[in-house]
């Protein structure tokens, strides 16, 4: 069974930065994309920023210049590098990995880091 493990959530003050990790228990080469999510209280949890294994990726308009998605294979985790926080990137932030297996589709996630941006 995969596990995704993030960590490095926390309060920060706007303009400050913070780095996520998301572990993975295996193989992170072995999924087709990797992605970080957030979701804040009473919202829908929205796309934040997807890496593929095409070296593609894709943000949220809302996020782009300000955040980084990588990868290290060797250590099989997935960073966020977020800069410039604002306090409207409150939320919980979640690790996504996606298998295609077979022509079936299957979603990991972690249980989430909060980040909480102050003003």
């Known amino acids: 069974q995969v596990q995704l493990v993030e960590s490095g959530g926390g309060l920060v003050q706007a303009g400050g930065s913070l780095r996520l990790s998301c572990a993975a228990s295996?193989?992170?080469?072995?999924?087709?994309?990797m992605g970080w999510y957030r979701q804040a209280p009473g919202k829908q949890r929205d796309l934040v920023a997807i890496?593929?294994?095409?070296?593609?990726?894709n943000y949220a308009d809302s996020v782009k210049g300000r955040f980084t998605i990588s990868t290290d294979n060797a250590k099989n985790t997935v960073y966020l590098q977020m800069n410039s926080l604002k306090p409207e990137d409150t939320a919980v932030y979640y690790c996504?990995?996606?298998?295609?297996?077979?022509?079936?589709?299957?979603?990991?996630w972690g249980q989430g880091t909060q980040v909480t941006v102050s003003s």
């Open positions: 890496i593929t294994w095409g070296g593609n990726t």
């Open positions: 295996g193989r992170i080469a072995s999924f087709n994309d």
């Open positions: 996504n990995g996606r298998r295609d297996v077979a022509g079936r589709w299957y979603d990991y």
